[in-house]
């Protein structure tokens, strides 16, 4: 495979909680010519979500906790309702593993085991993150403590657990705006977990 770009420079513009780059590069347009192009990039690691579900109560997990970006950009009072889901730390080898990590910090669920059904980028045009989506059967003997994420990282997450179908009802009347949330529970529909 022959690449089109080549000549890359990366000048870091800011490294405080996640890293903004400048990528100065040179890129080869269909027509064969090179030019000369820059972009900034946000590296932002990468993540992992998954879908907790209970075929005989017909439910599933959610959480919901306060995003402050999701605040700037219209919502009233800030709180989305989401799939679990966390940033994978450099050293996390398997991304089932991380999940599996963090679905217990936020849900308190220990679940046994994940089946991974998408991996995708995020923000493909302006960010690095990549992110893999599970699904998961829970049930209530799973749950080992009360969730609600770090303390020390001052996570102040609520966990919802509803009906499938209230979840479904949400996502249709414009209420549940979190892209991999929407990606899962449609999952969810098309392959009839629930
Ligand atoms: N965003 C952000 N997080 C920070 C910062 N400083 C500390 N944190 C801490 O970083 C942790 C992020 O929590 P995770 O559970 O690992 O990630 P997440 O915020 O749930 O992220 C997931 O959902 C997001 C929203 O859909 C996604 O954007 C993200 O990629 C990922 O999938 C939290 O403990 C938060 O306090 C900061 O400046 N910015
Ligand atoms: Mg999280």
Not at 97 to 111: D, I, N, P, S
Not at 131 to 143: L, Q, T
Request: proline fraction near 3%; include cysteine.
């Amino acid at each position: 495979m022959t690449k089109r770009i080549k000549n890359i420079n990366r000048t870091i513009l800011s490294d405080k909680y996640f890293t903004l780059s400048q990528v100065k590069f040179n890129y080869q347009l269909k027509d064969g010519n090179w030019v000369e192009n820059k972009w900034e990039v946000l590296e932002r690691g990468n993540a992992a979500a998954a879908l907790l579900y209970n075929t005989k109560k017909q439910t599933v997990i959610l959480v919901k906790q306060f995003r402050l970006p999701a605040y700037m950009n219209g919502v009233e009072d800030g709180f989305l309702l989401e799939v679990p889901a966390g940033i994978l730390e450099d050293d996390d080898s398997s991304a089932e593993e991380a999940m599996k990590r963090e679905v217990l910090e936020e849900t308190g669920y220990e679940v046994p085991k994940l089946k991974k059904v998408y991996s995708a980028f995020a923000t493909p045009g302006s960010s690095t993150e990549r992110f893999s989506c599970f699904v998961a059967e829970y049930s209530d003997g799973m749950k080992v403590h009360n969730g609600g994420g770090l303390e020390t990282e001052n996570e102040d997450i609520e966990l919802v657990e509803m009906p499938f179908a209230k979840a479904t009802e949400l996502m249709a009347n414009g209420k549940i705006l979190d892209a991999k949330t929407i990606m899962l529970l449609q999952y969810a529909q098309i392959n009839r977990l629930l």
